[in-house]
């Protein structure tokens, strides 16, 4: 019984001590963080984009069929082919997932920009530091040098 209390204090001095609870709301607040930029590159970015593109960027719907399913009539969907029991190389999809990657990549590379430059705005600068004191004998043979010179 006390190697299971033992156990129990380690534990707990880890979970306490340690920087468990920082992870988990560094965790907590990444997944967060991640939806709004999701949200944001899904719901304000790419339709900018599709409009000045002029049309629709997404190409999910863009495969090659590997093996048709026998006798199907159903929708020409890639989804629909899979279901049925047919193959298809979905690479439309995976563009689409990649772009978003990207974009996303992009959007979280300005904001930690922006940060950074905001942080750097309010940080007080160090103050310079004060050049050291000249010591004694070196101000001493600066002032034999200047009277040998004259």
Do not use: C, H
Not at 51 to 59: A, E, H, N, S
Not at 78 to 93: D, F
Not at 95 to 121: D, E, P, Q
């Amino acid at each position: 019984m006390s190697n299971v209390k033992g156990f129990i204090g380690e534990f707990r001095e880890f979970a306490i001590k340690g920087n468990m609870v920082d992870l988990a709301v560094g965790v907590i607040i990444g997944a967060a963080f991640g939806k709004i930029i999701d949200a944001l590159v899904r719901d304000i970015i790419m339709p900018i984009i599709s409009f000045i593109l002029g049309g629709q960027v997404d190409f999910t719907n863009l495969f090659f069929v590997l093996k048709a399913p026998e006798n199907y009539t159903g929708p020409q969907t890639a989804e629909g082919i899979v279901e049925a029991g047919g193959n298809v190389l979905a690479w439309g999809n995976f563009a689409t997932v990649f772009i978003n990657f990207l974009l996303l990549a992009f959007v979280v590379f300005l904001m930690v920009k922006a940060v950074n430059r905001a942080r750097a705005r309010y940080e007080t600068p160090a103050e310079p530091e004060a050049p050291a004191a000249t010591p004694d004998d070196v101000v001493l043979l600066r002032e034999i040098r200047d009277l040998l010179k004259k």
